[in-house]
């Protein structure tokens, strides 16, 4: 079958797009073309399947139309401005997170009208579609009541993907994942980013700082794990949703003492050692705002399926990201 | 203050408008300028404020900004294609329903880049934003899940109204009414038009056919009371509602047999014995997925008010509509 990931340079699209090549599958059916795009052009790992590599601007309203032209089996959505730039920048924000995922879908369903088209669409949601107050645990039936403009757009987009599925262009789903955590790469100065830093900088033998108290608790899962929740997506038959096309990824809640216990646990005191405590004040401010936990029953229910320890979620980064060792430890 | 109202040669529109002219304010405030607009050119009573009467189509990108040029202090938004029509025409109902909404909402932001500008904006929402299955009473912070694109499209407005009052850009509300009952006028083929039909049409004296069991149960209130949220809405002070802009309002959940033991009461037997008892398969099935209670406690914490007994309904129409006279008794 023929895949299109847009956002394939990011994070997750890389993971993805790496998983794919690896298994030589997307969701157990083969994979025989693969499309990438995203703002730069991606390169995939040696190995993969032809199709195309191209820098595109989704928000531009005849990209859709060329890469569904192509009539990808699945697609998988991934491109987004993340929360704090779709914050920063109103119109493209909208553009890109609302217009871009718009075009595409509209660009599915006039394919349709051409000829009959129904791919497979898994559109990269997010637990920011929720504000508070909430409950201690979210449970699939919580109002969406966004605090972000980011979460706007992203409840705006599984309107869509609901609809057109109810609508019969397009078989879809909205995966609301967790925060992706550890996330690989360099520090970034995303409010969020503390929870990944304290874990990998330690690891490589570099200090990071924890700006909030260790009783801070909030909702995870792994890029391994974000990964499995597409291939699984794909694998599924969707109709086991029903109309409710967007659901609560599975995810581990833990508390930031958690997180240090199991580092302590997988990489020793030397690795703990490496945590320097500076409050921030904004940073403490912003993450009270967020969920704590969820009870992500139908997900569970569907056989989605994350980390249950942060022992596993730093196994998993050391595998992936470190090739086995801990350098702190090397 | 100048108010704008789209939508205003509909059903509330017209209420509302009249109301406004008889009052001479909208929410105890001074109403001195009047702009009226829908489809078709609205005609208001006389001793209406000046102020444009015109046709103008709400999806055509510069319509908005023509109407919010005037700076109007409040825009009453109700302008909109049902849920039948938005179901059988899918680029329509998202053209006027969702971009009609948005482009004004920009003409908005617009205007207030150039010069200071933060209207109020009323948002004319629906229970239609809520999809089965739902608990027999819906509460304040449950999942909109609609099943109709016409529910979408209000789901989607309301992410808009939200995120452009947390922006700063106006102050929004988005009030989710009821179905409205009596409506007045001709019968009409909306599913939940029985509703209405079987009080309105045995009090003119005239026939009208029940579809589905008395035992149905559903949620009302009546043109008397939407007019009334409107203007409580412009009336208070909207930061009470926090970011949460999208309100369900009041209502009185009711079964059949409660509206028919009313009409009796009011009107008494002869009208009782004009309702025909034929049912409509179709109509059963489709009624079978409405809400038939809510909690709405955040609504009646800020002082929005309906009626209470279907007795209190039906006088108002008789009352409205029927200058206090009950034809099938004359």
Redesign the interface.
């Known amino acids: 079958m023929r895949v299109l990931i847009t956002g394939a340079a990011g994070m997750i699209g890389r993971k993805l797009t790496e998983s794919i090549v690896r298994q030589g599958h997307l969701g157990g059916r083969e994979v025989t073309a693969l499309d990438l795009t995203d703002v730069v052009a991606p390169t995939p790992p040696e190995g993969a399947p032809e199709g195309l590599r191209e820098a595109a601007d989704i928000s531009a309203p005849d990209t859709a139309a060329r890469l569904i032209g192509r009539r990808p089996d699945v697609i998988v959505h991934l491109a987004a401005i993340p929360s704090g730039g779709a914050e920063e920048f ?1 119109e493209k924000g909208y553009a890109v997170n609302f217009d871009g995922t718009r075009f595409l879908l509209e660009a599915i369903r006039a394919e349709g009208l051409a000829e009959p088209y129904c791919p497979k669409v898994v559109f990269s949601s997010t637990i920011a579609v929720f ?1 508070a107050p909430f409950p201690d645990r979210i449970g ?8 972000t ?1 980011y979460g ?1 757009q992203k ?2 987009g599984e ?2 993907v ?2 057109y599925t ?2 019969g262009f397009l078989d879809g789903i909205a995966i609301r994942l967790p925060t992706i955590c550890i996330r690989p790469g360099k520090p970034n100065l995303a409010a969020s980013g503390f929870f990944s830093n304290i874990l990998r900088e330690p690891l490589a033998g570099r200090p990071a700082n924890l700006p909030v108290a260790e009783d801070v608790r909030h909702w995870f899962a792994s890029p391994r794990a974000a990964v499995g929740f597409i291939h699984h997506a794909v694998e599924m038959d969707l109709t086991r949703l029903g ?2 096309r967007a659901i609560n990824m599975p995810g581990l809640s833990a508390t930031v003492t958690e997180e240090i216990e199991a580092l302590r646990r997988v990489a020793g005191e030397k690795a703990v050692a490496l945590i320097t405590r500076e409050p921030d004040p904004a940073i403490i401010e912003i993450v009270a705002g967020w969920p704590r936990d969820f009870h992500p029953r139908r997900a569970l229910d569907l056989g989605f399926r994350a980390e249950r320890s942060f022992d596993e979620i730093i196994r998993a980064h050391i595998e992936d990201e470190l090739g086995g060792e801990i350098p702190v430890n090397a």
């Open positions: 109103f504000g699939d039936e919580f109002i969406c009541a966004p605090l403009s706007a409840v705006m309107m869509l609901c609809d109810r609508r109309p409710r």
